[in-house]
């Protein structure tokens, strides 16, 4: 393409740069992605930016939605979502696929399309599959739009923790046990399967973690005592991921690190800890968004392990191909060791959030994260880099 089909920067345009934020989306952290987008409209500087919330249903379709955050918050319990937002029941946002236009337009049937004009920069605040899995980002690079957060290799490894493992280990980070048990393998044999993880529970005891394994949150996740919980853990799982990773208990403390992408490389956050929450098994869901169990920030760690942490999270960050931001998570195991449980290529970003909390206790209050965040992605070109 040659430069003059390139697409005018704002400036030359002389306009502010235009994000719009995507959320929503069709995975089972819908809610939590309409919350977050919530945090975010209510932080990005409009003096400096001009701003296009665009929601997606659960059903798939891209709507034009209002821009109001108070309405994207969890009030008495009640989860938000993009169909309560929308502007129409029926219109839907196009983004171009050509990178020479980076035009968004709205339809409605019987009318005449509209174009809202170009963007700039994608803030896409999705989480969970068809969105932090690398199906968007493939989207925005075909688009040719910049995007925040990482580009699709990162995003689909982050996203799928059997593959995150065996790139963590392929670059020599530790990481706990675990078996994988793929779609093919329990629909063949049941029998074989579940024999499986019997006896990956007789080698390491139990109990067990069953997990979607393509899934954030905490959701779809059961702690197993025996197995006589198996069946309706296994279930619970594959209602959101029909691939499914059984993990070992590590016993240890949960730690976890953020790691921002600046002009010179990345670095780490100060540390916190994830402590025992006492009305729940685990950080589950409910721990997490509904009663707001919190983490401690910073977590107390000698000065050596809150350096080694931070490189291990920077490491991984690296390992896995990474931009913008990640947060990693971590057990410091009761021989001192970290070892690295997974990564969050977009984490969660409420105003609860431990990403953006740890990130505060580091000297970057919310709003300026959020801009340095867009700023990174206006630096990056779309396509191989």
Known sequence: MSSENLPQTPEQQGRKPRVAVVF????????????????????????????????????????LTADEPDRMAIADRRLPSVEELADSEDGAVVLSVDPASRQVVYTEPGAVPKALGEVDVVF????????????????????????????????AVGQDKDYMKRVFTSFGLRVGPYVTIRPREWEADRDAAEARILDFAAEHGWPLFIKPARAG??????????????????????RHDPKIIVEALLRGREIECGVLEFEDG??????AEIPPVSSHDFYDFEAKYIDS???????????????????????????????????????LTEDGTF?????????????????PLMWQKSGIEYPELVDSLIQAALRRSTGLR
Not at 124 to 141: A, I, M, N
């Open 24 to 63: 929503g989306g069709r995975s089972s952290e819908h809610a939590i992605s309409v919350v977050t987008a919530g945090a975010v409209l209510r932080s990005i500087d409009r003096s400096k930016y001009e701003v296009l919330p665009i929601g997606i249903t659960t059903d798939g379709r891209w709507a």
């Open 266 to 271: 990345p670095r780490a956050s100060v540390p």
């Open 124 to 155: 896409p605040v999705l989480h969970g599959p068809y969105g932090e899995d690398g199906t968007l980002q493939g989207l925005l690079e075909l688009s040719g739009v910049p995007y925040v957060g990482s580009g699709v290799l990162a995003s």
């Open 293 to 331: 169990a919190s983490g401690i920030v910073p977590a107390p760690l000698t000065p050596e392990q809150t350096a080694e942490v931070q490189r291990l999270a920077i490491e991984a960050f690296e390992a896995a191909s990474c931009e913008g931001l990640v947060r990693a998570d971590f057990f």
């Open 339 to 355: 070892v690295i449980n997974e990564i969050n290529t977009m984490p969660g970003f409420t105003p609860i959030s431990m990403y």
């Open 217 to 238: 949150s905490s959701i779809g996740i059961t702690k197993v005592d025996d197995a006589s919980g198996l069946d309706a853990a296994v279930k619970e799982a594959r």
